[in-house]
Structure formats: C-alpha cells, structure tokens
C-alpha cells in the first residue's frame, strides 16, 4: 500500500504533465496565430480536442498542401469551409423542404 506521501507525489506528477501537455497545446495554438507555415505546432494541436485524426490524417493533409503549394494550416482551413459550407446548404434545403 502506498503511503500518502507517494500518492501526493504521484499526483503532483501526474499534474506537472498535464500543465506541460496544456501549456504545449496553448503555444501551439498561438504560433499558428503568428505563423500559420509552422507544422510542428499544426501537428501538435491538429488534433486537441480529440477529432480523431491520426498520423495518416497529418500524412494526407502534408501530401495535399504540397500537392496544391500551400501551407498544411491552408489546407485545413480550406476543408473546414467546405464542411460549414455544405453543412449550412444541407440544413436549409432541409428546412425548405420541411416547409
């Protein structure tokens, strides 16, 4: 059995890593701000909150943003639109045919 002591320790380990991760997610999130070409930071919140994008994700969006010469962030930005986009055209075709 592990005294309270450990167990504080544990924790407070456990609590040092999680303010690393989100300090680490919060610089990336601002670099992209600053400079939207810095994949490292695009890799390490592409997917925070979870969005469940994996490696072969970032592989795919690497190969499109070389494939069209942008930067991988336009890439993204650019998919993101076309979601909303079709989202919004789908959500008032429905509403029109609904009444």
Not at 47 to 55: A, C, E, I
Not at 60 to 82: I, N, P, T, W
Request: hydrophobic share 55%; charged share 15%; net charge positive.
């Amino acid at each position: 059995m592990m005294t309270s002591a450990a167990v504080a320790n544990k924790l407070v380990c456990v609590c040092l890593r999680v303010q690393s991760y989100v300090e680490q997610v919060m610089l990336g999130y601002l670099r992209l701000l600053v400079n939207s070409r810095d994949e490292l930071s695009l890799a390490r919140i592409i997917n925070v909150p979870h969005r469940g994008l994996d490696h072969t994700a970032f592989t795919d969006v690497k190969h499109e943003a070389k494939r069209r010469g942008l930067s991988m962030y336009q890439v993204v930005v650019v998919f993101v639109v076309v979601v909303v986009v079709v989202v919004v055209v789908v959500v008032v075709v429905v509403a029109a045919v609904v009444n």
